[in-house]
Antibody, heavy 121, light 110 residues
Framework: EAQLVESGGGLVQPGGSLRLSCAAS????????MSWVRQAPGKGLEWVAN????????LYVDSVKGRFTISRDNSKNSTYLQMSSLRAEDTALYYC??????????????WGQGTLVTVSS | QSVLTQPPSVSAAPGQKVTISCSGS????????VSWYLQLPGTAPKLLIY???KRPSGIPDRFSGSKSGTSATLGITGLQTGDEADYYC???????????FGGGTKLTVL
């Protein structure tokens, strides 16, 4: 069964850094785009970043550009989100998701359970 | 303010039908497929509909999707109390170069 498991969340002070990890299993990880999507407490979904299978293309929402970096290690079936210069508004449940993209089709077909990031002093 | 517009809430009685709308523009829904996600309370989102009207394996045919121009609609028939959840639409926005979601619609089965 295909599965994504996130880890690395926690409490961090404003301006601090955190690295989230997502371990994939049950599917051929290296053949899929991977993504991070977040959800602030009581709010809706917000896409954060996508990464192509071979790492040659990375996309970010404007609010995290220059602060967050998505990466992956296909040998470890894992994707990561390095977050720096964290702000209170980055507080959210961060989901790892498998992203399907071809022509005009874009969707997330597999989601992890999420890891909570709290930015507070 | 979300790029895609959804009603904050909808409600209907068990066994009835409900529709949830998702409105966008030419830079998103007008030129890209829509997907829909179901988020039960306290759980992760789950893909419900992709490519406007396709259902992943395991999603019952009570759920349907359609798109016309810059608007999309999710339909749910034979409502059950277990359908109470938040529903989100999503697509790609070519102007923003971003995946965008609607603000979500809370379905209440009265």
């Amino acid at each position: 069964e295909a599965q994504l498991v996130e880890s690395g969340g926690g409490l961090v002070q404003p301006g601090g850094s955190l690295r989230l990890s997502c371990a994939a299993s049950g599917f051929t990880f290296s053949t899929y785009w991977m993504s991070w999507v977040r959800q602030a407490p009581g709010k809706g979904l917000e896409w954060v970043a996508n990464m192509r299978q071979d790492g040659s293309e990375k996309l970010y929402v404007d609010s995290v550009k220059g602060r967050f970096t998505i990466s992956r290690d296909n040998s470890k079936n894992s994707t990561y989100l390095q977050m720096s210069s964290l702000r209170a508004e980055d507080t959210a449940l961060y989901y790892c998701a498998r992203f399907r993209r071809y022509l005009s089709s874009w969707y997330f077909d597999l989601w992890g359970q999420g890891t909570l990031v709290t930015v507070s002093s | 303010q979300s790029v895609l517009t959804q009603p904050p809430s909808v409600s209907a009685a068990p066994g009835q039908k409900v529709t949830i709308s998702c409105s966008g523009s030419s830079s998103n829904l007008g030129n890209n497929y829509v997907s829909w996600y179901l988020q039960l309370p306290g759980t992760a989102p789950k893909l419900l509909i992709y490519d406007n009207n396709k259902r992943p394996s395991g999603i019952p045919d009570r759920f349907s999707g359609s798109k016309s121009g810059t608007s999309a609609t999710l339909g749910i028939t034979g409502l059950q109390t277990g359908d109470e959840a938040d529903y989100y639409c999503g697509t790609w926005d070519s102007s923003l170069s971003s995946v965008v979601f609607g603000g979500g619609t809370k379905l209440t089965v009265l």
